[in-house]
């Protein structure tokens, strides 16, 4: 028999004061104290929760999917249209801020919150077990944060975590990609160059002390290498090798970005196979996050293509797909 279709219900969570209060205390002493104390503080808090079973993420399921980039590829665009799949479940919490967003950003920024702190972004077990009871399958439920594309420490965390997890990539291409995150910065105050080439210039001497520190520090999260690495974000293969180091090829989903703007059925169609849902027909398809903002000039584009061609190559090989971006004339948006 063929299961019901449930009706999907996108009700936010009201905000929780004592979620804030919490929230806010946690980022004061952050704030406050050296980062050996502030972890040894969190550490004994959120076991003294589980203790006594007041902790957040009891009784929840983990993702069964992860977006996990590219930046400026897609992926919020992508992300509400998956959700509208009637067997989908978004990300959520009694945060009110999680109501609208898809991004939980654990496996980088918020490592140190704990598993707990991720679990409890996630719909109930109970719940899951109802709903397979009432349509004949349970549902799925995943998040997307783009950063983790490039975060050098996420790929292993994932797999500790969530080793069965599917992943999807959106890759855009790298020149676009790259300008697009620039136009982001530029707009939201955290660029102070006028020049794409300049800050692509000065990219390697602003990201080498980031990543100095990150590499020793594993609970570092560098606001500065997610700003700023405009390059470093766009050269997949060099991220993508480490993600195949730890899951294998057939568990990776890869979208090429300027396909998903200009046919998203198709695309998510795609998706939903992978993820072994049955076809849907989605209401909506939006194109999120859309900025307006100059085109990068011919000349500077191709000066770029031709820095991004080795990258690329390296890519293609690694993954088996030509994406085939060198022979983009403009931009696709």
């Known amino acids: 028999m063929k299961p019901a279709t449930p009706s999907s219900d996108r009700r ?7 979620n804030r209060l919490r929230t806010s205390v946690g980022s004061y002493l952050r704030r406050r104290l050296p980062r050996p104390a502030y972890r040894a503080v969190r550490k004994t808090y959120h076991g003294a929760r589980i203790v006594a079973r007041r902790n ?41 801020y999680f109501s609208h967003t898809k991004e939980v950003r654990f496996f980088d920024y918020n490592y140190e919150r704990g598993r707990d702190w991720y679990r409890s972004h996630f719909p109930l077990e109970q719940e899951r077990k109802t709903f397979a009871n009432d349509h004949g399958r ?11 594309l490039s975060y050098c ?43 794409f080439e300049e800050a692509a210039g000065r990219e390697v001497d602003r990201l080498r002390p980031e990543l100095a520190r990150m590499a020793v520090d594993p609970y570092y999260s560098s606001w500065r290498f997610g700003t700023w690495s405009y390059l470093a974000r766009s050269r997949y293969a060099e991220q993508l090798e480490r993600w195949l180091e730890f899951f294998p090829r057939d568990q990776l989903l890869l979208l090429k970005a300027e396909n998903l703007f200009v046919e998203p059925d198709q ?48 890519l293609y090989e690694l993954v088996g797909i030509d994406f085939g971006w060198e022979q983009e004339t403009a931009s696709v948006r």
């Open 12 to 18: 936010a969570s009201p905000p929780d004061p004592v």
């Open 56 to 96: 957040p993420g009891r009784g929840r399921v983990l993702p069964d999917f992860v977006v996990i980039g590219a930046a400026k590829s897609g992926t919020t665009s992508l992300y509400a249209s998956l959700i509208e799949h009637p067997f989908v479940k978004p990300c959520s919490t009694a945060n009110g």
């Open 138 to 148: 349970p549902f799925l439920t995943g998040e997307a944060s783009p950063s983790y």
């Open 153 to 195: 420490n996420a790929p292993r965390r994932v797999h500790e975590l969530l080793p069965n997890a599917k992943l999807i990539a959106v890759l855009r291409n790298p020149v676009d990609r790259a300008y697009s995150q620039f136009q982001l910065s530029r707009r939201e105050g955290l660029e102070d160059l006028d020049s």
């Open 267 to 314: 695309m998510l169609a795609i998706v939903y196979d992978f993820l072994d849902l049955p076809g849907h027909v989605s209401e909506r398809l939006p194109h999120l996050n859309r900025a307006t903002y100059d085109g990068m000039p011919d000349h500077l584009r191709d000066q770029f293509i031709e820095y991004f061609r080795p990258y690329n190559e390296r």
